[in-house]
């Protein structure tokens, strides 16, 4: 009996110090470990890739923003703001009321397949749409200049950039709104271009809030 009682104690005291070495390492060392190595490596990343301006968070490089007017009494869909560059259809699967800045609280695709009448009706809207609130004064935009990510939305609904073609699509009318010469606002867009990864995965691509607060520097220098 004692001896049963022994053999059971001695193994409650293994699996306690099991569990609490365990605990150490998995809980405590290896996070203190991981989290070290990515503030020292991978600093920007680790934190969320925020985007400063003037000293202050105003975003992630990784989720995109709307820029909409303030909406009309009574209204519920906001209209963009065209004094800056806009981003792709927001395409999330859910809205709140706390995220203020991207009311988008689930994201995901819409889910639609390419043979939908919803999804073609919405890519005809939103390509009129484009046409005319980038078509000013002096230049007009063709239906083949629209290119797909400026009528349909990412797989998250969350995308953060869009495609130097789309961006240079918005040029005129950034430039127009802003009382700008277009070259400058042509050059914004260049200088803020990213190229692939590693020169061979993935296209081109403008993250358009580093663009629009480019353009509000370029904007305060007036």
Do not use: C
């Not at 998995?26 to 490596?41: E, K, N, R």
């Not at 923003?65 to 906001?78: E, I």
């Not at 981003?87 to 988008?104: C, I, K």
């Not at 009528?151 to 009318?173: C, E, F, M, N």
């Amino acid at each position: 009996m004692n001896h049963s009682v022994m053999n059971t104690a001695r193994l409650l005291g293994a699996g306690l110090r099991a569990l609490l070495m365990l605990t150490l390492v998995t809980g405590v060392i290896y996070p203190l470990v991981v989290t070290g190595i990515a503030q020292g490596l991978f600093h920007d990343k680790a934190n969320g890739s925020e985007i400063r301006a003037d000293g202050e968070v105003v975003g992630s490089s990784l989720i995109g923003q709307s820029y909409n007017l303030p909406p009309k009494k009574g209204g519920q869909t906001p209209e963009p703001d065209l004094r800056w560059f806009q981003g792709r259809p927001a395409g999330g699967l859910g809205t709140n009321s706390v995220n203020t800045r991207y009311q988008l609280l689930l994201s995901g695709a819409t889910n639609l397949s390419a043979g939908s009448e919803d999804l073609r009706r919405r890519v005809e809207d939103a390509k009129a749409a484009v046409i005319k609130a980038n078509s000013v004064p002096g230049y007009t935009v063709k239906p083949s200049q629209v290119p797909a990510d400026a009528v349909t939305s990412s797989g998250s609904g969350l995308d953060p950039d869009i495609s130097p073609r789309y961006a240079r699509l918005q040029v005129h009318r950034v430039a127009a709104r802003n009382g700008l010469p277009v070259a400058q606002v042509a050059k914004l867009v260049e200088d803020t271009t990213e190229g692939r990864v590693a020169g061979f995965i993935g296209e081109p691509r403008v993250n358009v809030l580093e663009l629009n607060i480019a353009l509000r520097d370029l904007v305060a220098k007036r």
